[in-house]
């Protein structure tokens, strides 16, 4: 995974970030990186307000997973034009790391929420990958989505059987190096 410090200089690059607001805008200490085991429920489930949980106990929970899906303040969401910015103009590199951090957006979101990290992000970190003929990376990359999202908690969408047909395809281009 690419690390935290050259996401932030990339960041801050892009965005103007100062260094001290950079330092701390960056506090998951309640959340991990690591998805969920795909047999458990979410570790921080919703308060069901049918069995006494208020309005305050949903509000905070919704905070909790909205700081969890952000990355340099922003909620992953708000990064899209920022992607595709760099996808025209061919950055790469820089597209990758901040994939990346956006992909562990996602998976700490799923803490929260029970459902699939958006599987969107995964598809285009994918392309890069295969694009740098890295296919052991790419099959890498998609397993972790699968192990984020087992089948029974996935949604309907286009992307999971792009990303199954990724996965096939990356395996018999490796098989032939």
Request: glycine fraction near 6%; charged fraction near 30%; hydrophobic fraction near 35%.
């Amino acid at each position: 995974m690419v690390g935290w410090c050259v996401v932030m200089t990339f960041l801050r690059t892009l965005c103007g970030l100062k260094a001290d607001r950079a330092s701390s805008i960056y506090d998951f200490s309640m959340c991990s990186d690591l998805p969920p085991k795909p047999d458990m429920p979410p570790v921080y489930p919703r308060p069901d307000i049918t069995a006494g949980a208020g309005f305050e106990d949903l509000q905070r929970h919704d905070a909790l997973r909205s700081q969890a899906e952000q990355v340099a303040g922003y909620h992953f969401t708000e990064w899209v034009p920022v992607l595709d910015q760099l996808r025209a103009e061919k950055q790469d590199d820089e597209a990758l790391a901040l994939l990346m951090e956006i992909i562990a957006a996602t998976e700490r979101g799923v803490r929260f929420s029970g459902r699939e990290p958006a599987p969107g992000y995964t598809h285009r970190a994918a392309v890069i990958l295969r694009r740098r003929k890295d296919y052991q990376a790419e099959i890498d990359l998609i397993e972790r989505w699968e192990r984020a999202c087992p089948p029974e908690r996935r949604g309907p969408g286009a992307t999971q059987g792009k990303l199954a047909e990724r996965k096939r395809k990356a395996r018999e281009l490796l098989s032939r190096i």
